[in-house]
């Protein structure tokens, strides 16, 4: 914290309704792809009408939403940038969030009264480089995820009072320098800089001897398995007030690919453990357990601290699994309620009349709720929802209300 300024909450959306969700379930601020130019190439993204949309319903909220920009561009991207810039200009984002020094310029001339950004993908690791960017009109950089605290802290220190520090604090974190992978091109000819990562540091490996071609001997770790390039993931949930002293801006969550639940979850808990730690830092530290116990709510890989208090050591890689721990399945998020009260969902993974799940409510609350009965769009009764993505009218013997997410056990 800086002259009584408490850090922003940064929430990543892949698409509409998950960016809704950031926002009613604690964002500050979100974070968004365009149909281009970004660096998830995978992500749902948004169109321009959803773009519209989703700045308005943010906006309406009081939360701000930073629009990427962030592929490293070729020359035959660029023309392409110039009308994409031309299109955003007129949607009015609080932010670009930008890589490359050639689209920095591009979006200076046209739409200066955007706020640029300076992604982690430029590799910011010094205060002088801060400074480089501020001079070129730079208003926020996001620091390289091998910084530690100590460091930020030093770059707090050097840089401007005006100029704002980002930083990740919960997400996939990247076993290349601050994303900057060539695996990806080498192997599949998709280039994680243009927004298109296959993610090989998840794949499981094996060594060949050079004159023994088509011999894979296994690559073992103390018998622990071959995935050696798969790291833990970041999760700064029991650090908040480090990283409140540390002097960042802005705290940013990963995963820009994610569900509803996941983006829901996390902002939920980090609202909540920023919140009481900026109340009361022992009011903090008691409810510890309940941060614990909702962060695993989503998909893991189980959790380091990444660089922040030194450099990860060999306990920081998962060297058995290249899975997620799931604990929770997302079901859907709950819409209007139809004129006979049952809860207009779109479903998406299967649950049955019977079941107990559970309503996961913006305010912290988790309530259980049994599904007394599935119908589809047309009012036919149905045993279960096995079909992703079918309009469902869906009677709870609890009722949750618009927005609220619903899951259950895995």
Not at 88 to 97: C, G, K, M, S
Not at 380 to 399: C, D, G, I, K, Y
Request: aromatic fraction near 10%.
């Amino acid at each position: 914290m800086r002259s009584g300024r408490y850090p922003e909450l940064l929430v990543p959306a892949s698409c509409l309704e998950v960016l809704k969700t950031a926002v009613l379930y604690g964002a500050d601020a979100v974070y968004i792809g365009g149909e281009a130019f970004g660096l998830r190439a995978k992500a749902k993204n948004f169109s321009r009408k959803d773009m519209e949309e989703g700045i308005r319903f943010a906006h309406e909220r009081g939360v701000k939403v930073y629009v990427t920009a962030n592929i490293l561009a070729h020359n035959r991207d660029l023309e392409g940038v110039r009308a994409y810039f031309r299109e955003i200009r007129e949607l009015r984002p609080d932010a670009l969030i930008i890589a490359d020094p050639g689209i920095f310029r591009i979006a200076g001339e046209i739409c200066p009264e955007i706020d640029r950004h300076i992604s982690t993908q430029a590799n910011n690791t010094n205060y002088e480089t801060y400074r480089f960017w501020h001079a070129l009109g730079a208003k926020r950089v996001v620091t390289a995820r091998e910084l530690s605290l100590r460091e930020i802290r030093e770059i707090r220190e050097n840089i401007p009072e005006e100029m704002e520090i980002e930083t990740f604090i919960h997400g996939a974190m990247c076993i290349s320098y601050s994303g900057r992978c060539l695996l990806s091109n080498f192997f599949t000819g998709r280039d994680a800089n243009q927004g298109a990562c296959t993610h090989p540091c998840r794949w499981k490996y094996a060594v060949m001897e050079e004159t023994r071609p088509g011999e894979y001997l296994p690559v073992f770790e103390n018998e622990r398995g071959t995935f050696i390039f798969n790291s833990r993931d970041l999760c700064m949930i029991e650090h908040i007030p480090d990283l409140l002293e540390s002097g960042a801006d802005s705290l940013k969550i990963e995963g820009r690919m994610k569900t509803a639940l996941y983006v829901a979850t996390v902002a939920r808990t980090y609202r909540k453990a920023i919140d009481d730690c900026r109340k009361d830092p022992a009011l903090y530290r008691k409810n510890l357990p309940w941060y614990r116990e909702q962060i695993t709510g989503c998909t893991y890989r189980r959790f380091t601290t990444g660089f922040f208090y030194g450099k990860p050591s060999e306990q920081d890689q998962i060297y058995d699994s290249n899975t997620y721990v799931q604990e929770y399945v997302y079901l859907g998020t709950a819409g209007e309620t139809d004129r006979l009260g049952r809860t207009v969902m779109e479903q998406k993974n299967k649950f049955s009349v019977g079941e107990t799940v559970e309503i996961m409510k913006p305010d912290g609350r988790n309530m259980e709720t049994v599904v007394r009965g599935i119908y589809d769009s047309q009012g036919n009764a149905q045993e279960a929802a096995p079909h992703p993505r079918q309009e469902l009218h869906v009677e709870f013997s609890l009722r949750p209300e618009r927005y609220d997410i619903l899951r259950k056990r895995a």
